[in-house]
């Protein structure tokens, strides 16, 4: 049995990337699928494809048109949902994938800092299981193959 | 024909109050649900109901199980959503609710700040509707019911 | 028992005020829901709300943001959909709504002439019940309620 | 990941084909299905299979429902649905296949030229994202396997 | 509370009628629907409204389509479906509508003689609920009201 | 706003009664539904139903039936399912019924004592809110009713 | 790509057989499933697994049990369901399987001789494809996979 | 074909490894998933993951999320299910699993000691088989494949 994994969050730092080779490690056979990594390119995306556009906001709404077919390609594909949460970020877009896929039956695990429990708590209330660390996040997947 | 919207957002002022009136004075068939607006009983009710908890953060978990519970009783009645979001707060829970509708087949109307593009450029582009203001919000409802 | 009617479809005529009276005539317990009939008003109504427009193409993505809420807030509302294709106008809207309807498990009842049956065919065999006149479509509704 | 995508619109050119060059230049795990593109053989099926029917509309009955059954299996297979509108055919059944699509909850990429922005203009709004030619559309999956 | 009901089965004489005359000497808030229960009318409805057919078989069809739109509608309708079979008529329509009724999750009762077991037998284990007669359907709706 | 409440659990003493009482006391527009509370005649409505069974295994079945078809009628009627655990029964059907709530989506409530904690550990993780009085649970439904 | 196709239907001759060399012989990458086509084993398998049952009806009950456990977890594996009805047996578990496949939204291809048009009539009106014979399901199916 | 089943119920013996040898000694492609089978692991997994909780509630809320998490993942990926009860244990959550497995509309295999008939009989009447030995549910799987 192979699982496919969404990462959902931020894409200003390699979080991603310490995830898989944690992954790895342990020889788990978790696939892992997220958002455009590269932020300029996420963020341009839409001009890229489209060609110019009027202003900021229409820039970023053509962005967004092909960031979000990816997330819901992708999303529609995953097993399990694991959604980042950071103290820098407005991360409104990982709050609503998170909300998606609870909505969706997507098992959820939450990863955020504690000290970031009270603008959290209804995503940390709504998410299976809520960590702290990325160590913690694979431990739980881990544990859904181990055997004793 | 009547219309139940759920009312997603921040609930640190009276926009649900001032909708309320937007719709009153144009005799819109509508019946607004929304979370517990009194701020510090919605941090509250967790422990007004299951007594003191050992920490902050299990205060949190607490209040959030009965805010959820009654967003999601809510959201099920809802014939459709409007999520509100500000300069000001995190509102992470606004989006999860957004994303949740999303994903549910609720039709969605986003009221958001023109500035606040940028971070809110996924759950415009997954909204049916994004506007700036209460009363184009309630534009976009009256226009349901209008036939000319 | 009552039924919800959304009538998809042309809004250059006032084929939807025939099947109103029709229904009126037989005394049918039958509540008809439907797109913005103003013509002017459906092509204006993104502008309306939400200001001018950088061009045509962004006036109609607005608009359609508008008309498409409508349009998903009263199909959910729908316990059948009729459809109407007739000679003059594209009318793709009027088959993507017939499209979803039929998809969303709603029952579908498509009116056009005989004469159109080759571009309509796919259309045609998607439909619960194909007729060709108001009239007809109004007797199939009626034909749920007689008993004898 | 592999992803299948299916290709509705008119069988009148070869733009299927370009399609599918496309994805293969840039090596892209496409699976491409679509409608039966010869023609005449479309149009003639029903009677292939069933016999010689009574007259035109009883011919294209049968047709359609080889052909929807064809869409029907093929679009439950589909990660990923592509719609192309042109100039010059009705193409109801491409609208009608978008607007089941986005009611299944498939991602939906539609290409259609600008200058059909009015009649398109609620399809647009329904489809995750819009472009102009094919080669944007492999773009836009492209985009969801690149990770930098 | 109140409930709707479906029933699904032959039309050749007038069991709903004696369901209904129990119910209401229970005085039990059920509302029953069911098909068109004039025979000749339920075959000839398709010619009714469509016209003269070219032979029995597109009849029939045409019938059939009428037909299957009321059921569909009002099985959509219903609380609970209860299908009758008996000794005479093959119903084959009404075993179609209690396989739909269970993967659609509606709650079934079957009534049927017990000397039919074997050719009901995979019904019977699909059914909720399976009774004899009449009065033992109406005694399990009863039962769903009653409070000791 | 009404809401349907659901109550799963045991029928040995009237548990249901008091929660009503304290519903009313509040005023709150709740309806309570639930299994039949009269104990022989729910193990006994089998043999009430369909005559004398053949051994106590198959009265079971033949009782569970009919409790089943109550339940499921009821279930799907219900806006949110309060599940009610003990020290004395084995109520496993209660654990049934809360896990079917939450597979619909439907927003569960469990009460139960704090010293059961170890074998409802997996029931308290799946519902929405968790607490340990009849109380307690009026006072989360009337939470989803208030202002301030 | 490969389909999964479900065969329901009568067990007391071998069809399903033919179905397979036809397909075998174009090559087509279809695998078929299908309910026990050993007749006296179906009818004993409830007895076979569960040791002797009181009376008929029981036994009866016992086996249907084990072929719809077997039906419900092949029919969830199938792309498309075929269903066969001809002039000998009453094969109400077919209809009910076709009503359920429609209501599943599996596509349903029906095979039945002409001259069953009157009581097969509401299974024609759901079924995607009606044919009369095996070949023609067959080329339905070839159909789907060809591209000139 | 391969199926994907789910093995829910206790953990204090071993009856997992014999429906494997069981499975494997008639060479059925059956994949056995399950809980963690390792019981004081399955206790602790909360704690060994998120450190050391206030009491032993939140030891076992802790525990629980990781072990439902690990349940929801494996019983979306599950074809069919088995629940086995016995004399012994509470197994709340084996019959939280049933109800849920059941409204999921995953096919659902019972297996309990005849003597068990009362306190099971909703859990029975709720499954699509019964049984009474692990052997007996092997040959329920076993008789999914065979073809005479």
Redesign the interface.
């Known amino acids: 049995?192979e699982?496919?994994v969404y990462l959902a969050g931020q894409i200003h730092d390699n979080w991603r990337e310490e995830l898989r080779q944690l992954a790895d490690e342990e020889q788990l056979p978790l696939?892992f699928?997220g958002p455009?990594?590269?932020h300029s390119?996420s963020d341009n995306?839409g001009e890229?494809?489209?060609g110019k556009q009027?202003?900021?906001?229409?820039k970023?709404?053509a962005?967004?048109?092909?960031?979000?077919?990816?997330?819901?390609?992708?999303m529609?594909?995953a097993?399990?949902v694991i959604a980042l949460?950071g103290e820098i970020y407005?991360?409104?877009?990982?709050?609503?994938?998170?909300?998606?896929?609870?909505?969706?039956?997507k098992?959820l695990?939450l990863i955020r800092p504690?000290d970031l429990?009270?603008?959290?708590?209804?995503?940390?209330?709504?998410a299976?299981?809520?960590?702290e660390t990325k160590e913690?996040a694979i431990?739980?997947l881990s544990?859904?193959f181990?055997?004793?």
């Not at 009027?54 to 229409?58: E, G, M, P």
């Not at 299976?128 to 960590?131: D, E, M, Q, S």
């Open positions: 049995m699982l496919n696939y699928f455009m990594e590269n390119r995306i890229e494809i489209l009027y202003d900021a906001v229409l970023d709404e962005a967004s048109s092909f960031n979000n077919l990816r997330t819901e390609i992708l529609q594909k097993d399990v949460f407005k991360q409104w877009n990982t709050a609503m994938d998170a909300g998606a896929a609870a909505a969706m039956g098992p695990i504690a429990h009270h603008p959290t708590k209804e995503l940390v209330n709504k299976n299981v809520v960590v913690q431990q739980a544990y859904v181990e055997t004793d």
